[in-house]
C-alpha cells in the first residue's frame, strides 16, 4: 500500500461515538509491547480502551475500543492481529439516545454517549447482542409508540435498581452488525451481573420482546493483566 493510499478521512458518526468488541484467540506468540504501543495510540486521539480477559472457550481475551473516527477503531484492529492475536468474534457498534429518553437530564444523555470506561470498582465484565422480536404474535415494531415507551420505562426502572452495582453500556447496532444493539455490563462482583440481567428479563419489554445473542463473561485488566492469560 502506497503512503498517499494509508490516509483516509475519518469517518465519523454524527452524535456519539463508535464502538468496537474485538474477541480474541492467540495464534501464536503475543508481543504485548506492540499491543501497548497500539493502546497508547488510540488513547493519544482521545480514543478509549478496555481490556478484559475472558472466560470459557469463545475468546481469551477482549478489547473494546470507543471513539469518533472509525479509521482509528480499525487501525487498532490491524495492530493487535499483527501482534499474533487472532480475531475470533467481533461486534460493531454507535453510542446513541434512545427514542425514549426525552425528558432525561443532560448529564445523563452525555453519559450514554460518551461513556468514561472503564468504570472505577468494576472488574465484572460482560457481553450480549439483543434484538427485539418481531413474529407472528409479539411484534416489537408493530406496537404503538406510547406503549413501546411504558415498556421501556418499566425495563429502565429495574434496571436502576442495580446502580452503584452494575453499569450498562447500551450501543446501537441496526444495520451495522447481526443483531440491534449490544450491551455491555461492568459489574462490581459477578453475581451482580448475573442478578442484573435475571431480574431484568422479567419485564415485559424483555419477557415477551427480547431475543439474546451468545453471552462473553471476564474480568476487566490492564494489558499486563490480560494478555499474558
Known amino acids: 500500500m502506497s503512503t498517499a493510499a494509508a490516509h483516509h478521512d475519518a469517518l465519523e458518526p454524527t452524535i456519539g461515538q463508535a464502538v468496537l468488541h474485538l474477541f480474541c484467540k492467540p495464534e501464536g506468540p503475543v508481543d504485548l509491547r506492540k499491543i501497548a504501543t497500539a493502546e497508547r495510540a488510540q488513547i493519544k486521539v482521545g480514543n478509549q480502551v478496555v481490556a478484559a480477559s475472558i472466560l470459557g472457550h ?16 480499525r487501525k487498532f484492529q490491524t495492530a493487535i492481529q499483527a501482534a499474533g492475536l487472532c480475531v475470533v468474534d467481533s461486534y460493531v457498534s454507535l453510542t446513541e439516545i434512545s427514542e425514549y429518553a426525552k425528558g432525561v437530564p443532560e448529564q445523563m444523555l452525555q ?3 460518551y461513556p468514561q470506561l472503564p468504570p472505577q470498582g ?3 465484565f460482560c457481553f450480549y447482542p439483543m434484538s427485539k422480536r418481531r413474529d407472528a404474535v409479539h411484534n416489537w415494531f408493530a406496537l404503538p409508540f406510547e406503549q413501546r415507551k411504558a415498556l421501556m420505562m418499566g425495563h429502565g426502572k429495574s434496571g436502576r435498581e442495580f446502580h452503584g452495582r452494575v453499569l450498562q453500556v447500551v450501543t446501537g447496532s441496526t444495520g451495522l452488525d447481526d443483531w440491534e444493539w449490544g450491551v455491555t455490563l461492568f459489574g462490581v462482583h459477578p453475581d451482580d451481573i448475573k442478578e442484573c440481567v435475571y431480574t431484568m428479563r422479567f419485564d415485559e419489554a ?4 427480547a431475543e439474546f445473542g451468545p453471552f462473553y463473561f471476564g474480568m476487566v485488566g490492564t494489558l499486563a493483566d490480560v494478555v499474558p492469560h
Open 58 to 73: 469463545k475468546a481469551d481475551c477482549c478489547f473494546m475500543v470507543t471513539g469518533k473516527d472509525l479509521w482509528q477503531l
Open 111 to 113: 453519559a450514554r454517549l
Open 122 to 124: 468494576m472488574a465484572a
Open 206 to 209: 424483555s419477557t415477551l420482546y
